[in-house]
């Protein structure tokens, strides 16, 4: 089967690409496990998880079986004033597998609109203390998506949000964490972050990072004690804490969330992306007893969001199915080995003149170039290499499916020191 590649550059937008000059795009028919299928026939080896999202790679039985029961039952009613199963079981597990204390839950559609409800549930607990703030306090090369409450808190500087910049409403920026995460830690990496806050503690309502590794903004991984410092100063300063976790969840770092690095516990989390082990859309905001009780009780009463799709009952369903499997498949075991293997296989490349770092923590590996990479290029070769790695900026990097096998990951890797040594 042939796609209509041409209609598809025509007329379909695909994530951050133009219209006009677009970056080439394959067809996949099919995926199973870690392959992917194009309609040449070509099947690549799957470095991406889909952006982080297919711990268990493609057509996974269980989540197959999840999907279709529930949709024999119903796909979808509305959450304002009806409830079903599916919810309330994933409810339960999120409750029961999140860092302690954050037991109240808002399903929502994206990461993104994961990140906006937690930003209006800070608002929305200042103001119900009768202590309005207006500004959300975060670190550089930090990204928590592309709408607009999570572009005003993404770095402008490389994730071309600076376009909307007089839409966004100004925030602050703490430099990004002088101390990686095998790097000696020193307090003192604390110290523009604490000073900003000291400057800015009444109009602060919460801050608002990626725990342990930034995603999009560099796939920089930084210092556990770092993000402790950071509760010990929200506990100091009466701020709250929102940690991002919609990459970094369900065991993607090693930790089931990253959070328990630091052995802390945010005061609001977001979680999106591999909830579902990759099957559709779906994310939640968690948050504390004493957070939803005051909002609840301040002068609006209630808090204020319920979108259409709330709580869809098939993607909650395959979210229970994907948090039991990941739940008995001895995932620690797994992340582990793969870690090894990717340190291991990724190692060579150090050695090449046009490579900046390696680094790799848990299932995700890195490799970062001196220059920025031409992605077309880079990529039209990975595809010929039989892989399908998406390149970034000056960033080579692969986060496999769990259940990859160690040929297929080798075969990352040299794909990897292959294009690295162009
Ligand atoms: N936060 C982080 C840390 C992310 O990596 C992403 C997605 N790249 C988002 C938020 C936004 O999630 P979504 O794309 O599902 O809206």
């Known amino acids: ?51 982080w999202a297919c711990l268990f790679g493609y057509n996974v039985a269980e989540l197959n079986d999840a999907a279709k029961n529930q949709l024999d039952k119903m796909a979808h009613v509305m ?20 860092p302690k204390g954050l037991d109240k839950v808002f399903l ?6 994961s990140v906006e409800v937690a930003l209006k549930m800070a608002l929305q607990y200042w103001h119900a203390l009768d202590q309005p703030k207006s500004q959300f306090l ?21 994730s071309m949000h600076e376009l909307y910049h007089d839409f966004l409403a100004k925030q602050l920026f703490a430099p990004q964490p002088s101390i990686t995460f095998d790097q000696e830690w020193h307090p003192s990496a604390l110290n523009a972050i604490t000073q900003l806050v000291e400057e800015n503690q009444q109009n602060i309502a919460a801050i608002i990072l990626e725990p342990i590794v930034q995603g ?23 701020l709250l804490l929102i940690a991002d976790e919609i990459a970094t969840g369900f ?8 959070c328990e690095f630091a052995d802390i516990s945010p005061d609001i989390i977001c979680v999106g992306k591999a909830i579902t082990g990759g099957y559709m859309s779906l994310a939640a905001t968690l948050t504390t ?27 909650c369903a395959v979210a229970c199915a994907s948090i039991d499997k990941l739940l008995s498949i001895g995932w620690q075991d797994k992340v582990s080995t793969i870690e090894q293997q990717l340190s291991n296989y990724l190692a060579p490349c150090i050695d090449l003149p046009q490579v900046q770092d390696v680094r790799v923590l848990g299932a995700i590996g890195v490799v970062e170039m001196k220059e920025n990479l031409d992605v077309a290029v880079v990529q039209k070769r990975l595809v010929e290499l039989g892989v399908w790695i998406r390149p ?7 986060m496999p499916p769990y259940i990859i096998e160690k040929q297929q990951l080798k075969k990352l890797c040299d794909a990897i020191y292959t294009v690295a040594s162009l």
Not at 138 to 143: A, F, V
Not at 251 to 258: E, H, I, N, S
Not at 289 to 315: C, D, Y
């Open 392 to 398: 970034f900026g000056k960033l080579i990097y692969i």
């Open 138 to 158: 975060t670190i550089r090369n930090g990204y928590h998506g592309d709408t607009f409450g999570a572009m005003s808190v993404t770095d402008p500087e490389g």
């Open 79 to 98: 959450f304002g004033g009806l409830t079903h199963q599916p919810a309330i079981s994933l409810a339960k597990k999120l409750v029961a597998i999140t």
């Open 251 to 258: 065991g993607r770092t090693g930790k089931l969330f990253a």
């Open 216 to 238: 999009a903004g560099g796939m920089f991984f930084y210092h556990p004690e770092y993000l402790k410092g950071i509760r010990a100063l929200c506990d100091k300063h009466h």
């Open 108 to 113: 929502s559609d994206s990461g993104s609109v």
């Open 289 to 315: 007893n004493k957070i939803a009780n005051t909002i609840s009780q301040g002068k609006a009463g209630v808090f204020m969001h319920g979108p259409t799709f709330m709580g869809n009952p098939l993607a």
């Open 1 to 51: 089967m042939t796609l209509d590649l041409q209609f598809d550059s025509k007329h379909l937008w695909h994530p951050y690409t133009s219209m006009t000059n677009p970056l080439p795009c394959y067809g996949v028919v099919s995926a199973n496990k870690c392959i992917l299928e194009l309609d040449s026939g070509v099947q690549l080896i799957d470095g991406m998880s889909s952006w």
